[in-house]
């Protein structure tokens, strides 16, 4: 984080601070520490199944063997996978509330809904009951699965992971958090605009440009939808902000 902000007035020697942030914006890397936690229980997980021999029973004609075995049964990834979406979901938490601060005029200090043209007009407004949406659709996906166990084959498979479903679940919260991040970005580069600070890290400058290579400031009100899904899908989908990003901070 101190990379991103490197260069921006921010980290400027008596640049003034708030003290009492909202815990969205001052928790960050805690929030998002945690789900890189998760993901490395989950690297930690998947390692082994990639390599490993999952079948029962398990033959090995070098040594003209069967063996039953439990290989098969992966408590561990399905874990894993829901703690995965749990940290998902706290993510999305903050994600969804931020916009909102940003629009709050008593928090952030910026015209109340981000638009100059207050109050006749609504400005990212419209936008906080869609984060809120997200949100709440990341969360529900964020179930445990690993505790949902079927009994089967006429009473021998009774216990079950549920790993396919686990795995299935991560990929669709993903899917709406990619929404959820280009929305927050849509609203991030307007509040940027209406701030005007003399200086922005190197990180964010790149991501600043890169969305607003993709949509226009927020004169007056118009679909935002549009803007948002267009983000999600050109600048985060195929990975050219990250690379932008990291052009930006690459050594010289």
Do not use: W, Y
Request: hydrophobic share 50%; glycine share 6%.
């Amino acid at each position: 984080m101190r990379s991103l902000l490197a260069g921006g007035e921010l980290n400027s020697p008596g640049a003034a601070r708030r003290l009492q942030d909202p815990l969205s914006f001052r928790c960050v890397s805690q929030i998002h520490g945690s789900l890189h936690t998760g993901l490395a229980l989950l690297e930690a997980a998947i390692g082994p199944e990639l390599v490993g021999a999952a079948d029962n029973p398990l033959v090995i004609v070098e040594d003209d063997e069967l063996i039953s075995t439990g290989n098969f049964h992966v408590p561990v990834l399905a874990l894993a996978l829901d703690t995965t979406a749990i940290a998902i979901a706290q993510v999305a938490a903050a994600a969804s509330e931020r916009p909102a601060r940003l629009a709050t005029e008593r928090l952030s200090g910026l015209p109340a809904g981000l638009t100059r043209l207050r109050p006749t007009r609504s400005g990212t407004a419209v936008l906080h009951k869609t984060a809120q949406a997200l949100s709440v659709e990341i969360r529900h996906l964020a179930a445990p699965l690993a505790l949902d166990p079927r009994v089967g084959a006429d009473g021998v498979e009774d216990d079950s992971t549920n790993t396919v479903q686990a795995a299935l679940r991560v990929r669709d919260q993903l899917e709406r958090l990619r929404l959820l991040v280009a929305l927050e970005l849509v609203s991030a580069a307007q509040a940027i605009d209406l701030a005007a600070p003399e200086r922005l890290g190197a990180g964010t400058a790149a991501a600043h440009a890169c969305v607003r290579e993709l949509v226009a400031d927020l004169i007056d009100d118009r679909p935002l939808g549009v803007d948002v899904e267009r983000v999600a899908r050109e600048a985060l989908q195929n990975g050219r902000l990250l690379a932008r990003v990291d052009a930006a901070l690459a050594p010289a």
